[in-house]
């Protein structure tokens, strides 16, 4: 158990569809990340949120809305995706004051055809 | 550009010693990490270096050169469990994490 969560576990959407990834920490953390992890490929870090603002944006598209309501909560709206984000979700939080650990959730296997 | 480099894929020989390598080229450096990953699994982190030299943490032992921008993870007396992607990231400038594409480590009996 991490003490981060994430729901689904896996995700089947055609490009049409509108779907929402959520990942849930119970670690007391004020960071929280969305990352993408494509086979064979680094992580990309998507979106970052320090105390619910969202600090970071790494150029990813709009079809990618990221919503945070509170600092234990972190959603991933997904709308018109495309086969190529086909990919491993991962969510990650941390404390921002102790920047050198991240702890991850389990991820989304999203598969979009 | 910022680049992490570590080879694709390693074998190892249960309860032997392997070497995985990292050189990394980043805009600042704030700390060079480990992650291990099994299969269908999230990443868990396994170590931090931002001085150099050696960290020794049980089986496993992590080394940093900042001067030569290099990093290595040391696994010892390797047992089956060991087998996973081994992820080497570095904290730039901005403190955000750079992450190599893993080495994916297989253990032979």
């Avoid at chain 1, 990942?23 to 979106?47: D, I, R, T, V």
């Avoid at chain 2, 994490?97 to 994916?104: D, E, P, Q, V, Y």
Wanted: hydrophobic fraction near 30%.
């Amino acid at each position: 158990e991490t003490g981060v969560t994430q729901t689904p576990r896996h995700l089947v959407m055609g490009m049409t569809n509108k779907k929402s990834l959520k990942c849930e920490q119970h670690l007391g953390h004020n960071a929280m990340y969305w990352y993408k992890q494509s086979a064979k490929k680094p992580l990309e870090l998507m979106f970052v949120y320090n105390f619910k603002e969202q600090t970071e944006n790494n150029s990813v598209p709009s079809r990618f809305s990221p919503e945070c309501p509170n600092s234990s909560h972190l959603f991933l709206h997904l709308h018109t995706l495309q086969p190529e984000d086909s990919a491993l979700y991962l969510c990650a939080s941390g404390k921002i004051e102790v920047y050198n650990e991240q702890f991850f959730g389990p991820g989304t296997r999203l598969t979009v055809l | 550009g910022q680049n992490i480099d570590q080879p694709t894929e390693m074998t190892a020989t249960e309860g032997a010693i392997v070497q995985i390598n990292c050189t990394y080229q980043t805009s600042g450096f704030n700390g060079l990490f480990w992650y291990q990953q099994h299969a269908g699994e999230a990443p868990t982190f396994l170590s931090y270096n931002v001085l150099d030299g050696l960290e020794e943490k049980g089986r496993f032992s992590s080394f940093l050169s900042r001067s030569k921008g290099y990093s290595y993870l040391l696994l010892k007396e390797l047992q089956m469990k060991d087998s996973a992607s081994y992820l080497c990231a570095v904290g730039d400038s901005n403190y955000q994490l750079i992450w190599g594409a893993g080495t994916k480590l297989i253990i032979k009996p």
